[in-house]
T-cell receptor, first 116, second 115 residues
Framework: KAGVTQTPRYLIKTRGQQVTLSCSPISGHRSVSWYQQTPGQGLQFLFE???????NKGNFPGRFSGRQFSNSRSEMNVSTLELGDSALYLC???????????????FGPGTRLTVL | AQSVAQPEDQVNVAEGNPLTVKCTYS??????LFWYVQYPNRGLQFLLKYITGDNLVKGSYGFEAEFNKSQTSFHLKKPSALVSDSALYFCAVRRPRTGGFKTIFGAGTRLFVKA
């Protein structure tokens, strides 16, 4: 079974631009979560989507948004990029409909975004 | 507010010796606890989890972790370290009551295993 895939793997943008990152979960997984990883802040939760609906949201400004499609694929968008948005963006998918079942998350390799 | 603390930025251990990576948490209720490992230029890989039941849980690659409710700790252990265990380790917590998969991660502990 294929793992979580993320595209692109590397991205270089300039301040003020916008960017869209894509994530394809493991087949059969309906929950997709996004995390931002930076050396200073570590891993921070951005948002989670389930059945095309945002179910949880972290403490990020409105410039960060996402969506999920009917095939569970997800995209996240960052508008008006800032230097501080440079990070590794990780996508994770999970089996099951609820986190209460205790399923772990499966992570993709990430998209390394550099903002110049 | 829920939080996860990994008090050591780095742990150094010689190959063949036992290793411990520490984790404490501050979360109300009965959280779910996880350990993940990250190798360079890779995403996170799941190692093990505590949901309920036996306090000692066993996971991948010979790792185990002990849940201690009174000390709110979930330390990762391995009886005999390998050089290939060198990586970045994350402790994580999830509150089942949130209903989703939102997970809070510790800052990470870098493990160096010397040959």
């Amino acid at each position: 079974k294929a793992g979580v895939t993320q595209t692109p793997r590397y991205l270089i943008k300039t301040r003020g631009q916008q960017v869209t990152l894509s994530c394809s979960p493991i087949s059969g997984h309906r929950s997709v979560s996004w995390y931002q990883q930076t050396p200073g802040q570590g891993l921070q939760f951005l948002f989670e989507y389930f059945s095309e609906t945002q179910r949880n949201k972290g403490n990020f400004p409105g410039r960060f948004s996402g969506r999920q499609f009917s095939n569970s694929r997800s995209e996240m968008n960052v508008s008006t990029l800032e230097l501080g948005d440079s990070a590794l963006y990780l996508c994770a998918s999970s089996l099951g409909t609820s986190g209460r079942a205790g399923h772990e998350q499966f992570f993709g390799p990430g998209t390394r975004l550099t903002v110049l | 507010a829920q939080s996860v603390a990994q008090p050591e930025d780095q742990v150094n251990v010689a190959e063949g010796n036992p290793l411990t990576v520490k984790c404490t948490y501050s979360v109300s209720g009965n959280p779910y606890l996880f350990w993940y490992v990250q190798y360079p230029n890779r995403g996170l890989q799941f190692l093990l989890k505590y949901i309920t039941g036996d306090n000692l849980v066993k996971g991948s690659y010979g790792f185990e972790a002990e849940f201690n409710k009174s000390q709110t700790s979930f330390h990762l252990k391995k009886p005999s370290a390998l050089v290939s265990d060198s990586a970045l380790y994350f402790c994580a917590v999830r509150r089942p009551r949130t209903g989703g998969f939102k997970t809070i991660f510790g800052a990470g502990t870098r493990l160096f295993v010397k040959a």
